[in-house]
């Protein structure tokens, strides 16, 4: 397993990282996963075994089931986690226990704390854009937390670049830790995160976090353009996250025949490519069986050729939009060729 820097830093996190939306079952979430406390403990078991040290979850998922099983699946091995968990989703029937206000915030972290067995999370994440609360108060409420201990950094998720930039700017200009790493959907059949989200990642040095980087099970090899698939899939039951299909499965085409060529499995190829791509911080994988699993464990391990990532790269590459296509072109010419040595 190859360990990354988690953006600016000193945090070092595994390449892969293990997702446990399918923990528990709870309520909506039955659609993801349905796992118990002892299948749980075998895939968890599993993945630090492998060499990840990095752990995700959130407190919404199966209503705060999958941090519970969590927590009590890592026992003794807690403190060699990254653990993740974030924080937006509504928890319970009230006005006020959903969202990133400061109450909202400062109550859904002491119930985190006690679901994981815990008294600090590694890598605290805000997740998505609150309307409503103004980011200054999320972020001061947030800074409070580190200075506490509670909260050793600070991540976000599902934002816009505007919401991103805005949050940095506010952080630095008051002083306050701001977002070190973004969790984003960024997969072959979507690479919108391309246009605006990337630059910024990079430019900003924030660590990229990915999520559902199967599309929800349509790059695993399991659908066809027909409609036709194993019966067995998230997609099944809840086709998410969106995508262009007819584009998504002329990818896959390409997926397989190149997992032919190397024998290797479509997931893998999927992994694979991410992990390629110099912004990927971490993939979140995700997994119901020790089969999935142990499939897509050896994604890191899958070299994709120059040739190979060309075919990828064509087949899924994005149609250019302005300003894209203006600022390619007035850039052209604007830095002078290399002398030749």
């Given at each position: ?6 953006g ?8 892969l ?28 078991g ?12 959130a407190?919404?998922?199966s ?10 699946a890592?026992?003794?091995?807690r ?14 029937p ?23 067995g815990?008294?600090?999370i590694?890598?605290y ?10 980011i200054e ?11 506490s ?20 700017w ?9 977002f ?7 997969t ?5 995160l391309?246009r ?6 990079q ?21 066809d353009?027909?409609?036709?698939d194993s019966?067995?899939g ?14 998504a499965?002329?990818?896959v085409d ?6 032919r ?7 893998q ?10 912004v ?8 119901t ?9 050896v994604?890191p391990?899958?070299?994709?050729s ?10 899924s590459?994005l149609?250019e ?17 290399k002398?030749?040595?």
């Open positions: 397993m190859r360990y990354k820097q988690l600016r830093t000193g945090l070092l996190v595994s390449e990282c293990f997702g446990t939306m399918t923990f528990g079952g709870k309520g909506f979430w039955s659609v993801i996963g349905q796992l118990p406390q002892d299948a749980a403990d075998t895939l968890v599993r993945v630090l075994d492998a060499g990840i040290n990095f752990i995700d979850t407190n919404v998922y209503e705060g089931e999958s941090e519970t099983i969590l927590g009590k890592l026992r003794q091995r403190k060699d986690v990254v653990l993740a968990t974030k924080v937006f989703g509504r928890m319970g009230g006005p006020n226990e959903v969202g990133l206000s400061r109450g909202h915030i400062m109550q859904a972290v002491e119930d985190s704390l006690t679901r994981l815990t008294d600090y590694d890598l994440q805000i997740h998505g854009f609150d309307a409503l609360t103004p108060e999320t972020l001061r409420a947030l800074d409070d937390l580190v200075h201990g509670k909260v050793r950094y600070l991540g976000c998720s599902n934002l816009a670049a505007w919401q991103l930039m805005k949050s940095l506010i952080a630095d200009k008051c002083s306050l830790h701001r070190e790493s973004l969790q984003a959907y960024y072959l059949a979507g690479r919108d391309e605006e989200v990337v630059p910024l990642l430019d900003q040095n924030l660590g990229l976090m990915v999520w559902s980087p199967l599309a929800g099970g349509l790059l695993s090899g399991k659908y353009r027909d409609g036709k019966g067995e998230r997609r099944v039951n809840f086709d998410f996250p969106p995508v262009a299909k007819e584009r499965f002329n990818v390409v997926m397989r025949d190149i997992a060529d190397k024998n290797v499995t479509v997931p190829i999927a992994l694979s490519w991410l992990l390629h791509q110099p990927v911080t971490s993939v979140i994988i995700g997994a069986t020790i089969e999935q699993l142990t499939d897509n464990l994604a391990d899958v070299q994709l120059a040739e190979e990532l060309a075919r990828l790269q064509e087949v590459e149609p939009e302005y300003p894209g296509w203006m600022l390619k072109r007035q850039s052209m010419n604007r830095f002078p060729e002398e030749e040595v």
